[in-house]
C-alpha cells in the first residue's frame, strides 16, 4: 500500500522500474555513469529517479526525474525498485544501506565501502569500475527481472539490519571498553 501510494505521488506507472539515485556531489557520486548505463539499457520501462543536491541542468536527458533535495528519502525508497550508485569514491555510502533496508537491490562500485557488505547477485551487484557502463547498464538489466529483486528482498532486509546505528554502537561501546580494561590490566 505505501508503495502504491509513493509510486503514485511520484507519477509512476504500474509497470514502470523505478531506479533511484540518492545523494549530493553528483559527480563524485557518478551520477553522469547511472545516466549513461540507463541509456545504453534502453528499457523504456526504467526510470532513473534522481534526489539531492546539484546541477539538473549538466544532467538533463530523457528518462531522468530529478525530486531534488529531499528531507525524509522514506518516499523514493517506498517507489524504488533498484537502487544505483555508481561512485567514484565513498567510505561507505549510508543511501546504500538506506535503499538494502528498504529491500532495494544495490548497483554500486568497489569505491564505494558498503560494497564490502554486498554479496553479488544477492545484495545487488558490485562493479569494478564506475566508469564501466556496459557492467552498469548489464547489472541494471540483471535487476530489471522482479522475481530477482523479490527474491532478493529478504537477504537484502536481514544485511541492513546487521548494520543497524544502534547495533553499531553497541559494538563500538564493547571495543572501547575492552581496550579499556586491557589497557587498566597491563598499566597496574
Same mark, same amino acid.
Given at each position: @500500500?505505501?508503495?502504491?501510494?509513493? &509510486?503514485?505521488?511520484?507519477? +509512476?506507472?504500474? =509497470? %514502470?522500474?523505478?531506479?533511484?539515485?540518492?545523494?549530493?556531489?553528483?559527480?563524485?557520486?557518478?551520477?553522469?555513469?547511472?545516466?549513461?548505463? +540507463?541509456?545504453?539499457? !534502453?528499457?523504456?520501462?526504467? &526510470?532513473?529517479?534522481?534526489?539531492? &543536491? /546539484?546541477?539538473? @541542468?549538466?544532467?538533463?536527458?530523457?528518462?531522468?526525474?530529478?525530486?531534488?533535495?529531499?528531507?525524509?528519502?522514506?518516499?523514493?525508497?517506498?517507489?524504488?525498485?533498484?537502487?544505483?550508485?555508481?561512485?567514484?569514491?565513498?567510505?561507505?555510502?549510508?543511501?546504500?544501506?538506506?535503499? +538494502?533496508?528498504? /529491500?532495494?537491490?544495490?548497483?554500486?562500485?568497489?569505491?564505494?565501502?558498503?560494497? %564490502?557488505? +554486498? %554479496?553479488?547477485?544477492?545484495?545487488?551487484?558490485?562493479?569494478?569500475?564506475?566508469? =564501466?557502463?556496459?557492467?552498469?547498464?548489464?547489472?541494471?538489466?540483471?535487476?530489471? =527481472?522482479?522475481?530477482?529483486?523479490?527474491?532478493?528482498?529478504?537477504?537484502?532486509?536481514? @544485511?541492513?539490519?546487521?548494520? =543497524?546505528?544502534? !547495533?553499531?554502537?553497541?559494538?563500538?561501546?564493547?571495543?572501547?571498553?575492552?581496550? @579499556?580494561?586491557?589497557? %587498566? *590490566?597491563? *598499566?597496574?
Amino acid at each position: @500500500r505505501k508503495r502504491a501510494a509513493a &509510486r503514485a505521488q511520484l507519477r +509512476m506507472g504500474p =509497470d %514502470e522500474i523505478a531506479v533511484l539515485f540518492l545523494g549530493s556531489g553528483w559527480e563524485r557520486k557518478g551520477l553522469r555513469f547511472a545516466i549513461a548505463a +540507463m541509456a545504453k539499457l !534502453r528499457d523504456q520501462r526504467m &526510470r532513473l529517479l534522481v534526489a539531492g &543536491r /546539484g546541477n539538473e @541542468r549538466k544532467y538533463r536527458t530523457g528518462g531522468v526525474t530529478f525530486l531534488g533535495e529531499i528531507e525524509d528519502v522514506r518516499l523514493p525508497l517506498a517507489a524504488g525498485d533498484i537502487f544505483i550508485l555508481p561512485t567514484v569514491y565513498d567510505p561507505f555510502s549510508n543511501a546504500s544501506l538506506e535503499a +538494502m533496508a528498504a /529491500g532495494l537491490p544495490v548497483i554500486t562500485t568497489r569505491a564505494n565501502g558498503c560494497s %564490502e557488505i +554486498m %554479496e553479488p547477485r544477492v545484495h545487488g551487484s558490485v562493479v569494478d569500475r564506475p566508469d =564501466d557502463v556496459k557492467a552498469l547498464s548489464d547489472a541494471l538489466h540483471f535487476w530489471s =527481472d522482479e522475481s530477482r529483486r523479490l527474491t532478493a528482498r529478504p537477504a537484502l532486509l536481514e @544485511r541492513a539490519t546487521q548494520f =543497524d546505528l544502534s !547495533r553499531n554502537v553497541a559494538h563500538t561501546m564493547e571495543v572501547l571498553l575492552h581496550s @579499556r580494561e586491557s589497557a %587498566e *590490566s597491563t *598499566s597496574g
